[in-house]
């Protein structure tokens, strides 16, 4: 028999659920479709999904649940190189795409599919790191994109659905958003635009609380162990819990800029309340607890982590490298992180930790010094002088500033 099986990427969006209608009516394909869950999706929602999929025609529908892996595999190292991305973004989308990809490639060999679609378009980062990951993963499975095959705007897939009686509120997709544990992101309309920014309406989680209030993380090994002295065992439901407190004061929003692999400029707006107070928090008490030439090499490698992921690396050697190195770094990154929440806001407080290299009685800084005297200054200070006076007796006036 003709395999006419096709493993579609899923998300009950517009564009995946043209590409159902589109792959089975147009093309006569066997559709697979499976949602790659990374952590945004609740049990009611996922239901939903699974429900839409099957009322657009699906021979099967499957959740693939891999939070736990891209904590475990990812997100922690992004944490402990501190990454957002152009020191905005922190790569909510970027990252996952890479675990989805890899979860649907097992399922693909799973059920013996000939083909592998998903709905990005021709203009975006996701379709290099989708095509990319099913490529040197599974190169015998042949790749299908309808969406950016036919060119489509949004308006052009709503027609087409509408056409073969495919009722949805519309309305609610003019923007397209991708959720996950590790932030959601929201495209669309005005992030089309240079000058203009999202409405309040466009984002997902909307400011359900006034005043102010503390919250303290506590970390071990640069992990989130506690959030307000709650310990969990599973770190990704402390980020969860971070994320309920910060996303009611509506935290987290940010538009981001920056280059896309294909070489255009791209813009996208996303919330995320948990990632953004958890990466400051762990950074404030990295301050405190690191060298100055590990806070150096750490910001150094934590960039080109952010870099090489964003641009669909992941499977690079070098990747395991460099998360061997953050992940070393993390020894004394120990203690509480206080943070104050306001609406659409926070602020960092302060740190408490046994690691804290500020609390040594060396000297209290701008104040007074304990270990060392003045003399001890200034002969520190004379021989640091030498190569410089060296300079400017050979080279006479070079370093004289107008």
């Not at 989308?93 to 490639?105: D, G, K, N, T, Y």
């Not at 984002?203 to 989130?224: C, H, N, R, T, W």
């Not at 490698?301 to 460099?322: K, S, T």
Request: net charge negative.
């Amino acid at each position: 028999m003709m395999n006419n099986k096709v493993v579609l990427a899923f998300s009950g969006g517009l564009d995946t659920s043209f590409c159902v209608k589109y792959l089975k009516e147009e093309k006569g394909l066997e559709i697979f479709s499976a949602i790659a869950n990374t952590g945004g999706f609740s049990e009611e929602e996922l239901v939903e999904i699974e429900r839409g999929a099957r009322d657009l025609g699906v021979a099967d529908h499957v959740t693939l649940d891999v939070t736990d892996l891209y904590y475990r595999n990812c997100i922690r190292y992004m944490i402990y190189g501190n990454v957002l991305k152009n020191n905005t973004y922190p790569l909510s989308v970027s990252s996952e795409r890479i675990f989805q990809a890899m979860a649907l490639v097992d399922y693909a060999r799973k059920v013996g599919a000939k083909y592998i679609a998903h709905g990005s378009t021709g203009a975006g980062n996701d379709q290099i790191r989708f095509d990319l990951t099913f490529q040197i993963l599974a190169p015998e499975i042949e790749i299908l994109t309808p969406i950016r095959d036919l060119v489509l705007s949004r308006d052009e897939e709503i027609d087409y659905l509408m056409k073969r009686g495919v009722e949805k509120d519309w309305s609610k997709m003019a923007y397209s958003i991708n959720k996950g544990i590790w932030g959601t992101s929201v495209g669309g309309k005005e992030t089309l635009t240079t000058d203009q920014n999202l409405p309040e309406e466009a984002y997902p989680s909307q400011l359900k609380k006034e005043g102010s209030e503390e919250m303290v993380l506590s970390f071990e090994k640069g992990e989130l162990k506690m959030v307000n002295g709650e310990k969990f065992d599973n770190v990704v439901d402390a980020i969860r819990k971070v994320e309920a407190l910060g996303s009611v004061y509506a935290i987290g929003r940010d538009t981001h800029v920056g280059d896309t692999i294909i070489g255009i400029k791209g813009r996208v707006g996303f919330e995320a309340a948990g990632p953004l107070m958890i990466i400051k928090a762990h950074h404030l008490l990295e301050k405190h607890t690191l060298t100055k030439w590990q806070m150096y090499w750490k910001e150094q490698l934590g960039n080109w982590y952010g870099m090489l992921l964003h641009e669909a690396q992941y499977l690079e050697p070098v990747m395991r490298d460099i998360e061997a190195f953050l992940e070393n770094s993390q020894g004394n990154v120990n203690g509480d992180v206080i943070l104050k929440l306001h609406p659409y806001r926070f602020e960092l407080v302060g740190i408490k930790s046994a690691n804290d290299l500020m609390n040594t009685g060396f000297g209290d800084y701008g104040e007074v010094n304990k270990a060392w005297t003045g003399d001890d200054v200034k002969g520190f200070t004379k021989l640091m002088s030498n190569y410089l006076k060296i300079f400017n007796t050979v080279n006479k006036g070079q370093l004289d500033v107008d």
